[in-house]
């Protein structure tokens, strides 16, 4: 069965990071993922939760939005279940690649802004996020208590699903409201997970679509890690 873009079952969206695209932010990015695009921001600041004082530990912690007019219809300026979820999972995400202990008594904090949505704007969120805090703790890098570079590792996001009974990578909306299996998967750079979440959109799934889904969602991370990593300057470190 085609796709409504044309596109092949595993193939993901076009997809650019363009990197510094909030000159005033200490780490920035655009992530556009074929007619999704998101700005992320990260700041780098003095101080941590309460519950983390004296502890010897930093955090990493998001916030998700969607502009009003990033939708067909105007979307109002509140915060809501969906968003708070997806702002938890993107904090998860990025906690998941670091070393608190090196951030100790700093708090890192990623802004996702959606511009336009077209399905997956919580996993191109993730994958801009981790580009925009790589920068920022470059730029701050004289700030980094223990002098040790945080990120132990790099962080990206697909979505995938069932869609007319065939697998498919990073559903566009036109596939996502009409999914039979709705998987959002986060990955590091070398394979491993860090989050899934799957459902069966009023159908059951059996453990080879799972499996399926999972090694689909492999390919699509490997890509966006790679375009992560050209994104970043040279002078980023990457994980090993």
Same mark, same amino acid.
């Given at each position: 069965?085609?796709?409504?873009?044309?596109?092949?079952?595993?193939?993901?969206?076009?997809?650019?990071?363009?990197? $510094?695209?909030?000159?005033?932010? &200490?780490?920035?990015? !655009?992530?556009?993922? +074929? %007619? @999704? #695009?998101?700005?992320?921001?990260?700041?780098?600041?003095?101080?941590?939760?309460?519950?983390?004082?004296?502890?010897?530990?930093?955090?990493?912690?998001?916030?998700?939005?969607?502009?009003?007019?990033?939708?067909?219809?105007?979307?109002?300026?509140?915060?809501?279940?969906?968003?708070?979820?997806?702002?938890?999972?993107?904090?998860?995400?990025?906690?998941?690649?670091?070393?608190?202990?090196?951030?100790? $008594?700093?708090?890192?904090?990623? &802004?996702?802004?959606? !511009?336009?949505?077209? +399905? %997956? @704007? #919580?996993?191109?969120?993730?994958?801009?996020?981790?580009?925009?805090?790589?920068?920022?703790?470059?730029?701050k890098r004289?700030?980094?208590?223990?002098?040790?570079?945080?990120?132990?590792?790099?962080?990206?996001?697909?979505?995938?699903?069932?869609?007319?009974?065939?697998?498919?990578?990073?559903?566009?909306?036109?596939?996502?409201?009409?999914?039979?299996?709705?998987?959002?998967?986060?990955?590091?750079?070398?394979?491993?997970?860090?989050?899934?979440?799957?459902?069966?959109?009023?159908?059951t799934f059996?453990?080879?679509?799972?499996?399926?889904?999972?090694?689909?969602?492999?390919?699509?991370?490997?890509?966006?890690?790679?375009?992560?990593?050209?994104?970043?300057?040279?002078?980023?470190?990457?994980?090993?």
């Amino acid at each position: 069965m085609p796709r409504p873009d044309g596109r092949r079952a595993d193939q993901m969206r076009p997809v650019r990071i363009r990197p $510094g695209y909030v000159r005033k932010a &200490d780490g920035s990015c !655009l992530i556009e993922l +074929g %007619g @999704t #695009r998101v700005i992320c921001t990260a700041a780098v600041a003095t101080g941590v939760p309460k519950f983390l004082e004296g502890k010897g530990s930093g955090w990493i912690t998001a916030e998700y939005g969607m502009l009003p007019g990033s939708t067909g219809q105007r979307k109002e300026r509140r915060t809501d279940g969906r968003m708070i979820e997806i702002q938890r999972l993107i904090g998860r995400s990025l906690r998941a690649v670091a070393d608190l202990s090196r951030l100790d $008594g700093l708090t890192c904090t990623v &802004d996702c802004d959606v !511009l336009e949505a077209d +399905g %997956g @704007t #919580r996993t191109a969120s993730i994958t801009g996020a981790y580009v925009a805090l790589a920068l920022a703790l470059h730029r701050k890098r004289t700030q980094l208590p223990t002098g040790e570079w945080p990120l132990v590792g790099a962080a990206a996001a697909t979505s995938v699903g069932v869609v007319d009974g065939q697998a498919r990578l990073d559903l566009a909306y036109a596939e996502d409201h009409v999914a039979e299996v709705d998987m959002n998967v986060v990955m590091t750079a070398d394979g491993r997970f860090i989050e899934v979440q799957a459902s069966g959109e009023g159908h059951t799934f059996a453990g080879r679509d799972l499996q399926r889904l999972l090694a689909l969602a492999g390919r699509g991370c490997r890509q966006l890690a790679a375009v992560q990593r050209k994104a970043l300057p040279k002078s980023v470190p990457w994980p090993a």
